[in-house]
């Protein structure tokens, strides 16, 4: 999941990475964020990707900047924002480019962007986060849950066996068969991708300098996990953690 990666993704982006802001179902994201925004705050959006976040926050703070370390990516994002006076993006490996920010920002939004099996790329990301973030400034943090992913794989064992298929060859075909399940790695769009149990997120961001004010579920539908969902496969939806958390002064 480098630069490479994201940079060859940028053809399909739309079509196979999670809009999470308009997936959400119950808009707990954007209530998040309506909470977070004052038209005198500075905020970042780090690793904004093709910038589905940047609109909405350019109307809700002072201005934004968006990070990502991928070019083509960041074309995309350039192209949406075109007209916003004060958003802009810029390119920087958030892991390696200590000064990627000249000051730090009121909030800082990181959206799915800390999904990189690399534990030591996510603690460099992390502790710069803590960098570009102002004490007694906030966090909004968005990681893939892995109590969901192990609620995703046994709906989909059931679906399964319910079309006749034998329990033992179904669970081959879910997800413990290809994932490292202790350290949360599990396969999504076939790429190993970091998932987090909600206590392991207040111990990472304790780690990083941040404490979590709150941890709630951002539930999305099940297309957004299986092509063509059975219709009797419905609450609870598969999830993501959100994490709103203080920096530490
Ligand atoms: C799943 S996408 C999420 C994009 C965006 N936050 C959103 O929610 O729509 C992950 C993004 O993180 C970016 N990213 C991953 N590692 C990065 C790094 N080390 N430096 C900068 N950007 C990074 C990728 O280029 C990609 O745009």
Known sequence: MDRTYWDKLAGVYDARVLNSLAADRSGVIGDAIDGLANRRRSCADFGCGTGHYLPALAKRFERVVGVDHSRKLLDAARKRIAKLANATVRQGDLARDRRTLEKPVDVGFCMNVLIMPDRNTRQSIGANLARWVKKGGRLLLLVPALESALYVNQRYVSWNVKRGVARSDAKQAGLHARADLLEGIVPLDGAPTKHYLAAETRWALGEWGFDVDSVQRVEYDWTTEFAKPPR??????????????????
């Open 232 to 249: 009797w496969l419905r609450e609870p939806y598969p999830w993501d953690w959100l994490v709103v958390a203080r920096r530490r002064s």
